[in-house]
């Protein structure tokens, strides 16, 4: 089955903050919604040492060694989809500031508190690993899903644009699943603002 984008956006409306504020923003942008019982942010790259850094001051090997959002997404998707009574079954938002190819269908875009506009999709993750990934340009970049989740909302995962981590909400075991999964490194975290961001 191939994702399909879809007009109506009441399907992501859960996601939105209880209070409209720039804190309250950023950390549904960060992490999801405040509903689930732990935590987590899977990191792409390592934090950066000060607020600001810039990601070429990394090391080359470290960003040779970084997963790609595909990896990511897949990777950790993989780990979550056993907590979940609909694993097939997903909901994707996508930023409509992203250079995606093909470029985002002219559906209705969810607002996310005047922060984020996105499409919203639905499909398995095979389905958009390959619409992110079959018509991209050669050596481009495939780029992240902003968030997605299972029909059941057992978990939430959150990939914005300016973060280098993953930011995942669910189930205090799912949780200690992927602290477990050697295939990509997460940390536990409290919902809110991280400390550090890359410049």
């Given at each position: ?32 919604p405040t509903t689930f019982e732990a935590y987590a942010r ?148 409290t919902r809110g603002t991280p400390a550090k961001l890359y410049?």
């Amino acid at each position: 089955m191939a994702m399909e984008f879809i007009n109506d956006t009441s399907a992501a409306t859960w996601l939105l903050p209880t209070a409209i504020d720039h804190a309250a923003a950023q950390a549904t942008l960060w992490f999801g919604p405040t509903t689930f019982e732990a935590y987590a942010r899977v990191l792409e790259l390592p934090d950066p040492q000060f607020d600001g850094q810039s990601e070429s001051q990394l090391d080359e090997e470290v960003l040779n060694q970084a997963p790609s959002d595909v990896e990511l997404i897949g990777r950790t998707v993989g780990v979550l989809r056993s907590h979940s009574h609909s694993p097939a079954d997903l909901f994707f938002l996508l930023w409509e500031g992203y250079p995606y190819r093909p470029a985002l269908p002219a559906t209705s875009r969810f607002d996310l508190a005047g922060f984020r506009q996105y499409a919203l999709a639905v499909g398995a993750i095979d389905d958009w690993t390959e619409w992110v990934t079959s018509n991209r340009e050669v050596h481009g970049r495939a780029f992240p899903p902003a968030f997605v989740w299972p029909a059941d909302r057992q978990w939430c995962l959150a990939f914005d644009v300016d973060s280098h981590f993953a930011g995942v909400g669910a189930s205090s075991e799912a949780i200690a699943r992927l602290l477990e999964t050697e295939e990509i490194s997460t940390e536990r975290a409290t919902r809110g603002t991280p400390a550090k961001l890359y410049g």
